[in-house]
């Protein structure tokens, strides 16, 4: 663990970029100043104008920041008869130049602009910003989804696993970080600064993030681990205030991932912080052996509403006002479970849940389905109370992937498959 927090802060020394107070935004528009960096040679004035830029863009209206982005669609945008015309002749020549003209024509201005507007201090997490805010825009304005081509595409570059850095969280990690903890937790709310350390100072828990240099003090994602013996099969027993801190421990427990940056919705950072987690786990504490994932099933309750007129099991489930009343139908629910995690696709052959997807297509197996695991609010409306143990596997995890990605099959364990065989044999089918 030291290694590690060594590392991040000599990565953070060296390429940490803090932004300073920006300067108010000049006089001039922004579509003018866009054009003038994009002309730009020299390195200082570069920086200045993107500065600037960005200072006018933070001091934008909503209605300002639409019509700014309708500029970069249009005014910004590749010129298709360009394109064409450097196509033919790359592919009459096949010249370095001519091909170096097809790229140079291939791409949009825009992103040449998100490059130099990168080179300002904190310029990174305003981009991001910048993003979120395209993407509330784009279900009214679909044309403006070109943009976000562009900024998915650098973004992929930008925040390249090679670039990232993983850092050990504990109570004495910078409070403003953990407040931003606190904030982003997306699975299992974390009501007070008392309860967050309840998750970070036992010898028995631990939580990982990523960082990027350039946003040293904004995680990218986050996972919160809990040492256990055995698998668990309940996230209440796992958060119990009064649960007492296991000593002898072989199993990590997944239990909460959250990604942090909603402007970096679609970028993958999950996949990379569960692997390098494993590493340091399996270095630091060779007593662990498993490594599982105790996951909810958000997906479930719309499966099993649209199940309901034509199954009774499935009707009653959804008819159950407490955990207390799906009590007697816990095995249903986990056969039922089985059912959706096993059967339901999507139309490209991949399972319709989303955690289901991520941690299959990480390399995880279907290990076990537990009922009343979730016996929250959340947990009762967004999967009746179940949830899903992921096995990761070190010596599986690459030939579950190349079976899951290459022939969509869903490895699971013998007991959940004896769930859906169950249900076969009481005829109960979809």
């Known amino acids: 663990m030291a290694r590690i927090a060594f590392f991040s802060e000599l990565m953070s020394t060296i390429f940490e970029r803090r932004a300073t107070t920006p300067p108010g935004p000049s006089q001039r528009p922004i579509t003018e100043l866009c054009d003038a960096l994009l002309s730009s040679q020299g390195e200082v004035s570069g920086v200045r104008l993107a500065r600037d830029i960005l200072s006018h863009y933070r001091a934008m209206s909503a209605e300002a920041r639409r019509a700014f982005f309708d500029h970069l669609a249009q005014a910004l945008d590749l010129d298709p008869a360009a394109v064409i015309e450097a196509a033919k002749r790359y592919g009459a020549s096949h010249a370095p130049g001519d091909l170096a003209r097809l790229s140079r024509e291939a791409e949009p201005r825009r992103q040449e602009l998100f490059r130099r507007l990168n080179q300002a201090p904190g310029a990174t997490e305003t981009l991001v910003r910048m993003r979120l805010d395209l993407l509330r825009l784009l279900p009214d304005a679909p044309r403006l989804g070109v943009i976000d081509t562009d900024f998915q595409h650098l973004f992929a570059s930008w925040f390249n696993r090679g670039f990232l850095v993983l850092r050990h969280i504990d109570w004495r990690t910078p409070a403003n970080i953990l407040e931003k903890i606190i904030e982003y937790e997306a699975v299992h709310a974390i009501n007070d600064w008392h309860d967050l350390q309840r998750r970070l100072r036992p010898d028995d828990r631990r939580c990982f993030a990523f960082f990027h240099p350039a946003m040293p003090e ?213």
């Open 218 to 430: 904004e995680p990218l994602i986050f996972v919160e681990v809990a040492l256990c013996k055995g698998i668990p099969g309940s996230v209440q027993a796992l958060l119990a205030e009064e649960r007492s801190a296991e000593t002898e421990f072989d199993t990590a427990v997944f239990y909460s991932i959250s990604n942090c940056q909603e402007g970096l919705r679609g970028i993958s950072f999950g996949n990379s912080l569960i692997k390098q987690v494993v590493e340091e786990l399996k270095r630091d504490l060779p007593q662990v052996s498993r490594f599982v994932t105790l996951s909810p099933i958000p997906g479930l309750v719309r499966w099993l509403k649209e199940r309901a007129p034509e199954r009774p099991e499935a009707a009653a489930l959804i008819e159950a006002a407490d955990p207390e009343t799906l009590r007697p139908h816990a095995e249903d629910l986990r056969r039922l479970t089985a059912e959706y995690l096993l059967k339901a696709k999507r139309g490209d052959g991949l399972p319709v849940d989303p955690v289901a997807r991520f941690h299959l297509g990480n390399g995880a197996a279907l290990h076990d389905i537990h009922a009343l695991a979730d016996i929250s609010a959340n947990g009762l409306r967004q999967s009746r109370t179940a949830m899903v143990n992921y096995l990761y596997d070190p010596e599986k995890v690459e030939q579950n992937n190349e079976c899951f990605v290459t022939q969509r099959e869903v490895t699971a364990s013998k007991q959940v498959h004896a769930l859906l065989a169950q249900r076969n044999t009481t005829g109960r089918r979809q």
